[in-house]
C-alpha cells in the first residue's frame, strides 16, 4: 500500500507541469502556503505562458508583475512580498529566456496594434487583456500597478543616467550612489511615470526619503512603446510603480519592497 502511495505521489509529481518551471524549483520551500496555477493563451502563433502566485490568506492586495523570466531576483523577491504583504503576482513563464521568439513581452501591452511601438511585433489584444484581467482581478483598489525587474550592473538602465524621457532623483549623494552599496546603487531603482514633464513633487519626496532612487518616466502617446508604464499611465493613469535592482541582489530588492510598501501604505 504504502509502496502504491509513493509511485501515485511520484506520478502526480512529474505529470504537473509546474514542477518543471526553474523559478518553482528553486523556491520549492519558499512557495510552501501559496496558490499557483499555470495560465496559457496562444496569440499570432506566440504561445504565452504565466504562473499566478496568490496568497490564499489574503488574495486581494499588492499584485506584481514580472514579464522577464531571466529576472530571477525579481521571481525570488516577489514571494517574499506576496507572503509578508499579501496579494499576488504574475511572472511571464518562458524558459529562462526574455523575449518569446522575439517578442519582449514588456513591449506587448496595447489593444489595438500601436505603429509607435517598434518592438512589438504583432498586435497583442488578448495578451493585453489576460493580463490586465488578472492584474485588475486581484490587485486591491488602494493599490498601484506594480512590477518587478532585475538589470545588468551599471547598463542601460541607472539613476546616473538621464535621457529625453526620463528623469532621474538621487536618494543619496553622488559620491555613494558611485560606491554602489544596496539601495544607494546606481542600479537600484524605483521607476514613476507620467505624463508632465516633471513628476509630482511630493511622491517623489516620499520615495527618496524612504531611501529609494527614484526615476521618472514622461509618457505619450506619442512616444508609446506598449511597455507596462506606458499602458498604465495612459489606460489606468499615473499609478505604477517597478523596483529595479541588479541581477542576483535579492536581498537589496526585498529590502526596497519593503519601503515601497510603506510608502503606499501611508499615502
Ligand atoms: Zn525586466
Known amino acids: 500500500m504504502k509502496k502504491i502511495l509513493i509511485l501515485l505521489f511520484t506520478v502526480t509529481i512529474f505529470a504537473n507541469p509546474l514542477s518543471q518551471i526553474k523559478d518553482i524549483k528553486r523556491n520549492a520551500a519558499a512557495l510552501q502556503g501559496l496558490k499557483l496555477s499555470l495560465i496559457e493563451f496562444k496569440e499570432n502563433n506566440l504561445l504565452w505562458r504565466m504562473l499566478l502566485v496568490l496568497n490564499p490568506k489574503k488574495p486581494k492586495g499588492a499584485f506584481w508583475f514580472l514579464p522577464h523570466d531571466n529576472e530571477n531576483s525579481a521571481f525570488d523577491s516577489a514571494i517574499y512580498a506576496v507572503k509578508k504583504y499579501g496579494g499576488g503576482f504574475l511572472a511571464v513563464v518562458n524558459g529562462d529566456r526574455r523575449y518569446n521568439r522575439g517578442q519582449d513581452p514588456n513591449r506587448n501591452f496595447s489593444y489595438s496594434k500601436v505603429r509607435e511601438c517598434k518592438l512589438q511585433l504583432e498586435p497583442s489584444f488578448i495578451y493585453t487583456q489576460k493580463v490586465m484581467e488578472i492584474i485588475n482581478r486581484y490587485k486591491a483598489p488602494n493599490m498601484p500597478y506594480l512590477a518587478l ?26 559620491e555613494v550612489v558611485l560606491q554602489g552599496k544596496g539601495l544607494a546603487d546606481e542600479d537600484s531603482l524605483i521607476y514613476i511615470a507620467g505624463t508632465s514633464p516633471a513628476p509630482p513633487k511630493e511622491k517623489v519626496a516620499k520615495l527618496l526619503n524612504a531611501g529609494l532612487n527614484v526615476k521618472y518616466e514622461i509618457i505619450s502617446p506619442q ?20 523596483i529595479e535592482a541588479q541581477h542576483g541582489k535579492t536581498a537589496v530588492q526585498k529590502e526596497m519592497i519593503d519601503r515601497l510598501m510603506s510608502v503606499i501604505n501611508t499615502n
Do not use: Q, W
Open 223 to 242: 512616444n508609446n512603446d506598449c511597455s507596462m508604464s506606458n499602458f498604465i499611465v495612459l489606460n489606468y493613469g499615473e499609478n505604477y510603480y517597478n
Open 149 to 174: 525587474h532585475n538589470n545588468t550592473n551599471r547598463g542601460g538602465i541607472s539613476i546616473l543616467k538621464n535621457s529625453r524621457y526620463t528623469k532621474s532623483f538621487l536618494a543619496y549623494p553622488k
